[in-house]
């Protein structure tokens, strides 16, 4: 059984759900990176803190740019 797309409207707020979704997972991965790194090497508390918002930042930040380079290579034609 093959599984077909809906074309129109639904079909692409529903694709806008899972991309959303998708980006807020990588945020909040690189995030708990950040802090699972400043765990493994004894930081207090606080600093664990700041790692966890500091990788959350610089998460967001990297989905911002790869959203940017996607859409850039997506108005020229070309492929990944």
Known sequence: MSRRRAHGRASLV????????FGAGFVFLVGLSGATM???????PSVVGVSLVGGTVV??????????????????????
């Open 38 to 44: 400043a765990l493994q090497g004894g930081a207090s």
């Open 59 to 80: 998460g967001a930040a990297l989905l911002w740019y790869l959203r940017r380079i996607a859409g850039e290579l997506e108005r020229s034609g070309r492929r990944l």
């Open 14 to 21: 529903a694709d806008d759900r899972g991309l959303t979704r």
